[in-house]
Nanobody, 123 residues
Framework: QLQLVESGGGLVQPGGSLRLSCAASGFRLDYYDIGWFRQAPGTEREGISCIGSKPGRTMYADSVKGRFTISRDNAKNMVYLQMNNLKPEDTAVYYC????????????????WGQGTQVTVSS
């Protein structure tokens, strides 16, 4: 059974850092585009960072560019999102998602989803 499980969320002060992890089981991530998305209450789910199955394909939303870094470790079947200099507006539920295609970083392009992990940035 194909499954994605996020971890690493929590409460952090503004300016702090978190690293989110996404563990895949039931399939190999090697041939999948992987994305990190987030959704705050009352807002639509947005793509914040995606990484392609082929080297050199990464995308960041303007709101996180320079602060967040996406990476993947195919040997461990893991994807990560390093989040630095966090701001209160980064507060949301963060999801990882996968699709066995080369796609743009938009929620409706992705097929498999994790359950999400809460990130709260507050003093």
């Amino acid at each position: 059974q194909l499954q994605l499980v996020e971890s690493g969320g929590g409460l952090v002060q503004p300016g702090g850092s978190l690293r989110l992890s996404c563990a895949a089981s039931g399939f190999r991530l090697d041939y999948y585009d992987i994305g990190w998305f987030r959704q705050a209450p009352g807002t639509e789910r947005e793509g914040i960072s995606c990484i392609g199955s082929k080297p050199g394909r990464t995308m960041y939303a303007d709101s996180v560019k320079g602060r967040f870094t996406i990476s993947r470790d195919n040997a461990k079947n893991m994807v990560y999102l390093q989040m630095n200099n966090l701001k209160p507006e980064d507060t949301a539920v963060y999801y990882c998602a996968a699709v066995p295609l080369q796609v743009i970083c938009a929620p409706n392009e992705y097929e498999y989803w994790g359950q999400g992990t809460q990130v709260t940035v507050s003093s």
